[in-house]
């Protein structure tokens, strides 16, 4: 039942559309989902355009990009909800409240907070010349300093810039090919409409965004709705007693689950998911690995983060979702000089019979390359579903 729920609320629940897909449908897919996690990595793709793919099916990737970037009218906007991610630019108010602690050196870690002390007047600097120049990246400022090699390599004008960023003094105005953040003043970026906006309380933000959370999982723990938006334990706890007390949250428990659930009223429970999607690992069915353990007793780490002779299933790792389970995991890779998809290795789930597996697959990853301008998918005979998959169809 739960895991049922889970895939509903995530979008799993109905057909891929029939009909071309256009903005409409990106928007209701990310309203769904309350955001998309970016994260830079290209092996395949970047991973906020993965999700949409996961459920829709083929899309043009520049209907995202224009949400996102296109000017004053952009439906999308970058912030700190979960890691760095695309939010609905209507949500931008229910996170005035973390932008303002930010301000004050709160919950943003001790580095950043030594930094703002310690820098104080470079900031001012770094937004003075911004509010001057117009949008400029990181390596841009005529100040900016040379990354090194701790901080993620950043240089001082890029933590100055991060920091103008949590504090929502700016924002992302476009990316870079090289997928370079370009920022610029907020009010610059975002529409005065929204920004007139009245600003609602911490207390009433961080409910909307636990409304947003239950409605995007559908059934989950306390600490699967915190970790959604990434909010605090006591905060997290506060509102979640005054939406149970409202109705708006019915507690309840679930088979198998070491902690109490909390179910979304209008979660719907279908009486079965017919789905078959690759999801990227940043994919928020997927992001927070004890959830999908218990969900679907399927145990995932991203192999990107683990020393190569560490791995075990691969590089680049996406789940296979097919029908309920997730059945299998691949290791994929775009080889964009050659156009060729490359799938280096594949594995199924103890029990899952891997020819059985193959062919959906083998379709599922043939839309997945013509969808990235691929013309060929080459596989690679590594584990169970790897040999399956690579037959006299695949070079």
Do not use: C
């Not at 001790?110 to 949008?135: L, M, N, T």
């Amino acid at each position: 039942m739960a895991r049922r729920v889970a895939l509903a609320a995530q979008g799993f629940g109905v057909p891929r559309p029939e009909v071309p897909i256009a903005a409409r449908h990106i928007r209701k897919t990310i309203d769904r989902l309350g955001l998309l996690q970016i994260d830079s990595v290209n092996v395949l793709v970047r991973a906020h355009y993965l999700p949409l793919f996961s459920r829709l099916g083929p899309y043009d990737q520049a209907l995202l990009d224009r949400l996102a970037y296109d000017g004053r009218r952009r439906a999308l906007f970058e912030f700190w909800g979960h890691e760095a991610s695309l939010l609905p630019a209507a949500t931008q108010p229910l996170w005035r409240w973390r932008m303002a602690r930010a301000a004050r050196g709160e919950d943003v870690g001790r580095k950043f907070v030594e930094f703002r002390r310690s820098r104080h007047r470079f900031i001012r600097e770094v937004r003075a010349e911004i509010a001057d120049r117009g949008p400029l990246a990181a390596s841009e400022l005529s100040r900016g300093g040379r990354g090194s090699g701790a901080w993620w390599g950043w240089s001082d004008g890029k933590h100055a810039l991060e920091w103008l960023f949590f504090a929502g003094e700016v924002t992302t105005a476009s990316r870079r090919n090289s997928f370079e953040r370009v920022y610029d003043l907020t009010e610059r970026v975002l529409p005065p409409a929204l920004l007139a906006v009245p600003t609602p309380s911490a207390a009433d933000a961080q409910r909307d965004l636990l409304r947003i959370a239950a409605r995007a999982l559908g059934v989950a723990t306390e600490t699967d709705l915190r970790d959604y938006f990434r909010l605090g334990v006591a905060d997290t706890r506060a509102r979640l007693r005054e939406l149970v007390e409202a109705g708006e949250l019915l507690p309840l428990a679930v088979e198998g689950w070491r902690h109490p659930g909390y179910l979304d009223p209008g979660a719907r429970l279908p009486r079965r998911i017919d789905a078959r999607a690759l999801l990227a690992p940043f994919d928020p069915l997927v992001w927070e690995r004890a959830r999908t353990e218990r969900l679907f007793h399927f145990h995932y780490r991203i192999g990107i983060y683990t020393p190569a002779h560490l791995r075990v299933h691969g590089y680049y790792v996406l789940p296979f979702l097919l029908g309920e389970r997730l059945v299998g995991r691949v290791d994929l890779k775009a080889d964009r000089a050659a156009r060729r998809l490359l799938v280096r290795a594949g594995h199924v789930e103890p029990g899952v019979d891997p020819t059985e597996v193959a062919g959906p697959l083998r379709d599922e990853l043939r839309l997945m390359a013509a969808w990235l301008g691929l013309d060929d998918l080459h596989v690679t005979p590594s584990g169970p579903l790897g040999r399956a998959l690579a037959g006299p169809r695949d070079g």
